[in-house]
């Protein structure tokens, strides 16, 4: 019976052997293949998000600096080019973006205020934003109010106040740019 038992155990090893062989050929090339096809639809979109990430910067940035300018428009009636004089605590130039504020020329109305922002570096594939804060007479009691309005640029090689209309009846973005709701 000994005989026997060795004999079955030795089958048994053998057979074992035989299923922890490990993987085919075939089964690792289907897994990369796998593995290739879900990077290639993962990492554009994981590149995107990070763009539309560094463009939110430029977007809360421009709609901080057209809120500013209301505020110092309330105080002293009149606009400013200073980013530093609305006092609303952003710098002119980060990582990604350059920061201008425009004072317009005019009166009553006709006055405005634009804030553009310029990717630093016009390869990245950034776009720009431009707001403008404008004068309106509201209702018919002739009482005047601000009116703020920000765009986006529709291509990365616009600058910011290319997206934006500055005349003095403007309330919206020109052909090269979106409004940003």
């Not at 110092?72 to 006092?87: H, I, K, L, P, R």
Request: hydrophobic share 35%; proline share 2%.
């Amino acid at each position: 019976m000994k005989t026997e038992l060795k004999a079955k155990f030795l089958q048994h090893l053998v057979g074992k052997k035989k299923d922890d062989q490990g993987f085919t050929l075939i089964e690792l090339l289907v897994v990369i293949i796998i593995i290739g096809i879900l990077s290639a639809i993962a990492l554009p979109s994981f590149l995107n998000q990070a763009k539309k990430a560094r463009q939110s910067e430029a977007k809360t940035y421009v709609g901080s600096m057209n809120r500013g300018q209301q505020a110092f428009y309330t105080e002293n009636d009149s606009f400013t080019s200073s980013v530093d004089a609305m006092g609303v605590g952003i710098g002119t130039q980060t990582a990604n973006y350059v920061y201008t504020a425009v004072a317009g020329s005019g009166t009553g109305t006709t006055l405005f205020a634009a804030n553009y922002s310029s990717s630093v570096n016009p390869t990245s594939g950034l776009k720009n934003y431009g707001g403008v804060v404008s004068l309106r007479t509201a209702g018919t009691n002739s009482e005047v109010t601000s009116l703020a309005f920000m765009c986006e640029t529709n291509n990365v090689d616009k600058q910011g106040n290319e997206a934006v209309d500055t005349g003095a009846t403007s309330t919206g973005c020109l052909a090269t740019g979106k409004p940003i709701k």
